[in-house]
């Protein structure tokens, strides 16, 4: 079955830690993005990625890197740098537009980590 | 700028009503597009629907509808005759058809359906 999934389903971490969430998609779409979801709040943008080796900042990269060595993957770490780094992260999918895809732009979600910072 | 609201935070009704859940949408761009996502208490995000810009026709899906209308910038889902596993947090979502492939997300709407 295609789709994305991320791992762990919950991580737990020390403070002053670096953690990396992992992202993995056998939908071979080009375009791969990192979300957080705070209680009652919508998504933001952490990192989006377009193609292998190339990626962009979102509207909270802070205390954030990614990787993207590998069409299928794209792991994000959470640095000790980010001040606040307890919340839902998930990560996303998308198929290029130049591909004619009839979708374009429309995003397909793994289940999520939850990140605790202890 | 471009922004997502969705002022009710919370709606609860009783199974088998109607409801229906605001979108109002904010860009400067004349070509966009318009989603609709659900999240189950599991927390993926489940695509519901998508609607460009350019196609103001309402759309229906069994117990789901969608009224998009550009005059006043709103994207409203309505279930009919909800159930109790309808309930779940609901998100309307913007994208630009530009090069950003960005999604920019409301606060979302949490609806319980009540047996």
């Known amino acids: 079955d295609g789709g994305i999934t991320q791992s762990p389903k919950y991580l737990f971490r020390k403070e002053g830690q670096n953690v990396t969430l992992s992202c993995e998609q056998n939908?071979?779409?080009?375009?791969m993005y990192w979300y957080r979801q705070d209680p009652g709040q919508g998504l933001r943008l952490i990192y989006y990625?377009?193609?292998?080796?190339?990626?962009q900042k979102g509207d909270i990269a802070e205390g954030y890197s990614v990787s993207r060595e590998k069409k299928e993957s794209f792991p994000l770490t959470v640095t000790s740098a980010q001040k606040n780094p307890t919340a839902f992260y998930l990560c996303?999918?998308?198929?290029?537009?130049?591909?004619?895809?009839?979708?374009?732009?429309?995003?397909?979600f793994g289940p999520g980590t939850r990140l605790t910072v202890l | 700028a471009q922004k997502v609201t969705q002022a009710q935070t919370e709606i609860s009704v009783v199974e088998k009503e109607d409801v229906t859940l605001d979108c109002v949408y904010e860009?400067?761009?004349?070509?966009?597009?318009l989603f609709w996502y659900k999240q189950p208490p599991s927390g993926e995000l489940v695509f519901l629907i998508r609607?460009?810009?350019?196609?103001?026709q309402n759309e229906i899906s069994g117990r789901y509808s969608w009224n998009f209308q550009k005059s006043t910038s709103s994207f409203n889902f309505t279930i009919t005759a909800s159930q109790v596993v309808d309930s779940a947090v609901y998100f309307c979502a913007l994208s630009p058809m530009d090069s950003s492939y960005k999604l920019i997300f409301g606060s979302g709407t949490r609806l319980l359906v009540r047996p």
């Open positions: 990625s377009q193609i292998v080796n190339d990626f």
């Open positions: 609607r460009n810009s350019f196609d103001e």
């Open positions: 860009t400067r761009d004349t070509t966009y597009y």
């Open positions: 939908l071979n779409h080009d375009a």
């Open positions: 996303a999918s998308s198929p290029s537009p130049s591909g004619g895809h009839p979708f374009y732009n429309e995003q397909f």
